[in-house]
């Protein structure tokens, strides 16, 4: 037994994201305010502190440490051990310690706190209007970085040298920028500038005034911010949004919108408590909001047919300067053509964006590491629709200690993951891997990670999909590097990162429902029950097979997708007369038709996404797309505001077996459809009764296998999941059979969550 009054030394190591963020300072005040001696000092791979005292002042401050850490900080362990005084007379800050072959969680880049805030809108303050402002609780971490240890030389901050003032303040542990490696001021620091599409600049003593003049005139402006540049333009401007959007050649699919303050938010979109704190947290992300259209002056060409709005808040001084200026809501989108990557440095958006914006406002920050603005949804809980800024490279903690694993992620919303210790570390948000650009900005992005978290993969996990570029990398670069190559299922990884990220290791029902997978047996799957764990799946149950007339081609067109079920359900005399989609012409429907008939180009899918489009088409809702799963969301978006669950209906369906492998028959359903539309059914309530058929379905599939196996927990992944009324429904009809129902939260239920499930059944497989 300690008796009080006795000292002693407590040694203390805290891992997590704990550099770069105001924690020395923080525990340097904390020791003096609990009159403590020792010092704290950076290592490679944590916190190390000691400190001297009687035992219950040393747990007071313990227990602080971990209570009133600085709102950058993220603690993943602390270890504390006691030991002899060694007689410290006062507490000091020591030098940082390398160490070969550590590592350090890194920070991602956080919106800029209300200090820093202040003192840009303070014209006394010497920062005033200064759009690089930043402290040890704010500003860009992650996308700044070039290498660990987190010390200014490896920013891309080097080339700045801080001014006395800012050396100062650098240096003063009291101070809100020790150590605050991106700290400068207009004296020292990055500068702006505004330039024409011929890099000519343009003459202005205030370069935010002259942009915001300029998009009130209507301008689109490329805008350099903290992990790439932004495409800019009135949000309440239909005509320049239309021109927008066809130099950038993204014709409806909704473009994101930052608004100055929370209360301007809530003129446009209604904000639920959760999306409120999910508005204003550190990370700041786009929040998918209900939008009040009617008593909105965004314009509709922002999200046409849609019922939400992609918003945020400003997280930089120049976005909250800028904002300020113009009074307006502002369309933010990425800097990019189409489904490229992000760009990120001044020369390149010259070229890559010149034929879509008119103006550059730009500095001379350099950025190393692009990166999007995440994007969540709140239904019952945030979820992540992309996660990119803010969030990424925070790791995914395992319940284990992993292999070192590359996972090489999907095709569509690509990210990858490394593993290593009980950390998977997720990518940000790469991209849609269709282009030798976003390939580059993957295998980029793999060597950076590697050598932020000092990585060096065994093992390569893949999609089994042949044609998905990530895949034909993994097949080249895994035998380079002598790796084990481990194919992993694509269903079978959306299920185990919702698993993984909700802890949990034992079977479960997994549906996965999205658009495409490559089967096990050469076909293409999406609407699938399995059962699985962490290790392994065994397929259950599936939609029935139809063909995919022309693959990619029945993708785009929606309307090939509803003669596949019709002809192969309702037999391929069935006459489309009376449907919107016998409109269409004559002479392809009869191509579809043969194709159809001969099965030419037509892998058999199993794919809920195309079932969905299926039936957009055939309501004449969407019969062609211009951005992924466009036919499904405006299927939605139609359904009546209030569901009346007591009145809700469902179409008949039924359900065989085979082999032990149950198959949904979709003819019911099909001709039952046909006949609402010949009885001229509204197509709001038709949309409803699907879906809430599609509930039923895999309510009734759920039961089925529980039977079967005895098994009462059922996981839901797949990009289908992100239809909010798909998943209130599905998750109702679960619960009221007694199951209790596991989502995504941390990682997207799209293919953006795939690499974390690949990596998991990764290292299963290989011990
Ligand atoms: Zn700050
Ligand atoms: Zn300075
Ligand atoms: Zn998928």
Known sequence: MVLAGVKKLAKVSVRGVVQGVGFRPFVYRLAHEHNLMGWVRNTSGNVEIEVEGDKETLENFLSDLKAKTPPMARIEKIETTFHSPKGYVKFQIWESLSQEGKYQLVSPDIATCEDCQKEILSPTDRRFHYPFTNCTNCGPRFTIIEDIPYDRPKTTMHKFQMCPDCQQEYEDPLDRRFHAQPNACPKCGPRLE????????????????????????????????????????????????????????????????????????????????????????????????????????????????????????????????????????????????????????????????????????????????????????????????????????????????????????????NTFCLTKDAHAFLSQHIGDMENEETLEHFENTIELYKKLFRIEPEIMAYDMHPEYLATKYALQVGPEQDLSLIPVQHHHAHIVSCLVENGVEEPVIGVAFDGTGYGTDGTIWGGEFLVADWRSFQRVGHLEYVPLPGGAAAIKKPYRMTLSYLYTLLGEDFALEGLPISKLDSTELEVIKQQLKRGINSLPTSSAGRLFDAVSALLGVREEIDYEAQAAIELEMLTPNEVDKPKLKAYPFSIAKHQGMRVVRLTELFSAIVQDMKNQTSIPIISLKFHNTVAQIIARMCKLIDEDTGLTKVALSGGVFQNRLLLKLVTSALQKEGFSVITHHLVPCNDGGISLGQAVVAHFASI
């Open 194 to 413: 505004i330039v024409d599409g011929d890099s000519n600049p343009i003459k202005s003593d205030d370069a935010i005034k002259t942009a915001s003049e300029l998009l009130k005139a209507g301008k689109i402006l490329a805008l350099r911010g903290l992990g790439g540049f932004q495409l800019v333009c009135d949000a309440t401007n239909e005509e320049a949004i239309n021109l927008l959007r066809s130099r950038k050649r993204r014709p409806s699919k909704p473009l994101a919108i930052m608004m100055v303050t929370l209360k301007e938010i809530e003129k446009h979109c209604l904000v639920s408590a959760e999306e409120r704190k999910l508005l204003q947290s550190l990370e700041c992300p786009i929040v998918l909001l209900k939008w009040k259209r009617s008593s909105s002056n965004i314009s509709p060409a922002v999200a046409p047919n849609l019922r939400y709005l992609g918003v945020m808040l400003p997280y930089t001084p120049l976005h909250h300067l800028l904002l300020k200026e113009t009074g307006l809501p502002l369309v933010m989108t990425s800097g990019n053509l189409s489904e490229e990557p992000i760009a990120k440095d001044n020369d390149e958006a010259l070229v890559r964006l010149g034929g879509i914006a008119d103006y550059f406002l730009r500095h001379n920050r350099d950025i190393f590491a692009r990166y999007d603005d995440s994007v969540y949804m709140v239904e019952g809980i945030p979820q992540a629709i992309r996660r990119a800024r803010g969030y990424a490279p925070y790791p995914i903690f395992l319940p284990f200690r992993a292999k070192q694993i590359l996972a090489c992620g999907a095709e569509l919303k």
